[in-house]
Structures are given as C-alpha cells and as structure tokens.
Antibody
Framework: QVQLVQSGAEVKKPGASVKVSCKASGYTFDNYGISWVRQAPGQGLEWMGWISGYNGNTKYTQKFQGRVTLTTDTSTTTAYMELRSLRADDTAVYYC???????????????WGQGTMVTVSS | DIQMTQSPSSLSASVGDTVTITCRAGQNIASHLSWYQQKPGQAPKFLMYGASTLHTGVPSRFSGSGSGTDFTLTIRSLQLEDFATYYCLQTYNTPRTFGQGTKVEI
C-alpha cells in the first residue's frame, strides 16, 4: 500500500544537526513531491518546505532558509530533511507528507509519515 | 505569507451533533484549501481538497464549502471517532500555511 515510513526518534544537543528520513513505497516516487511539516509539543502544524521527487527542486519557508536542507535519493525512494544548528525550540515531531511533483496551487498532502520526534536538550 | 485563521479554537459537542469550523484566509486563495484531521499521538489525516472535494474513503458526513477568503468544514451527525483537532491548509502559494487548529471535544 501507499505509505511513508520515517526514521526513529532522535535526541540532540543544541548546535547539533539532525537528519530525518522518509521512505516512500507503493507509488511512483518521481511522480510526486514531499513536503515536510513540523509540530512542536501541544502546538499546531508548521510547513517547512517541499522537494520534488522528479528533479529535486526545493522550496523552503524563509524561517528555515539556511538551516534546513531537503534531499531525495530516487534509487531508494527516500526523502531526507536535515536541520542544522538545533535549538531547544526545534523540539517537535517532524512529518513528511506526499505532495504534488511541482509547486502548484492544486496541492494537498494526501499521505503522511508517522512522524519523527526530535528532542533538543543539553 | 498568507495567514489562516480558524474559529473557534475549540468547541464542545455531543455525538449526533452538527459542528461547523471556519477558516479565513488573509487574502483571496480561490479554492486552494484542504482540511486535515489529527488525533492525539497520530499523524494528520487528509480529509478534503479544493475546499469541498472529499478524499477517497472520507465519510459523507464531512463537507466543505467556500472560496476566496472564507471556508467552512461541517461535520453532520458527529461520531465518536470524529473527536479530534482539525486544520485547514492553503496551497495557493508558498509558504504553505495552516490554520491554528480547532479541537472538537466532548
């Protein structure tokens, strides 16, 4: 079945980096994109950025520009989100979600990964 | 960035009730709005797109309407499994922005 399976929970110290993976299966990876969304404890959903599964084009929200890098490995149909210079307020559940292959208005996040808890603590 | 404002932030309801959640966009987003349901400890679940088109398998008691700046999600005959937090999302442009969520509780 169509699914996104994410890597396991991480505990990091302030200033470190984290790389979360999102393994896609059950669909043609390069026909879709992947958006990344995070949710701090008890808070709402926050979009971080998007990457095309076809050509690796990316879009980032300005808040994370320079600190986040989205990549894909089409040979393993896996998307990655790397966040650097971690701070305590980066503590959150990070989700990947299937999106359109190009950034367009007729987009929706129809399949979600199970989430990866990233805890930043000294 | 397009600000999305949901109201109410929470509401109390009973099984069998009809509830309506509103999402207002800070500018015209045509019909480029989708809705998601999230239960505690779970990933969000996709409900509908294009403001009113139900995703496959979503019960027909869910409906959506609106275009431009004002949108509503209506749940008729509320079931126990519908108690959750609901989010709207605009995809008119980037950055994508979510509403702050509406918690539907008993």
């Amino acid at each position: 079945q169509v699914q996104l399976v994410q890597s396991g929970a991480e505990v990091k110290k302030p200033g470190a980096s984290v790389k979360v993976s999102c393994k896609a299966s059950g669909y043609t990876f390069d026909n879709y994109g992947i958006s990344w969304v995070r949710q701090a404890p008890g808070q709402g959903l926050e979009w971080m950025g998007w990457i095309s599964g076809y050509n690796g084009n990316t879009k980032y929200t300005q808040k994370f520009q320079g600190r986040v890098t989205l990549t894909t490995d089409t040979s393993t149909t896996t998307a990655y989100m790397e966040l650097r210079s971690l701070r305590a307020d980066d503590t959150a559940v990070y989700y990947c979600a299937r999106a359109t292959v190009v950034i367009e208005s007729w987009d929706a996040f129809d399949i979600w990964g199970q989430g990866t808890m990233v805890t930043v603590s000294s | 960035d397009i600000q999305m404002t949901q109201s109410p932030s929470s509401l109390s309801a009973s099984v069998g009730d009809t509830v309506t959640i509103t999402c207002r966009a800070g500018q015209n987003i045509a019909s480029h709005l989708s809705w998601y349901q999230q239960k505690p400890g779970q990933a969000p679940k996709f409900l509908m797109y294009g403001a009113s088109t139900l995703h496959t398998g979503v019960p027909s008691r869910f409906s959506g309407s609106g275009s431009g700046t004002d949108f509503t999600l209506t749940i008729r005959s509320l079931q126990l499994e519908d108690f959750a937090t609901y989010y709207c999302l605009q995809t008119y442009n980037t950055p994508r922005t979510f509403g702050q969520g509406t918690k539907v509780e008993i």
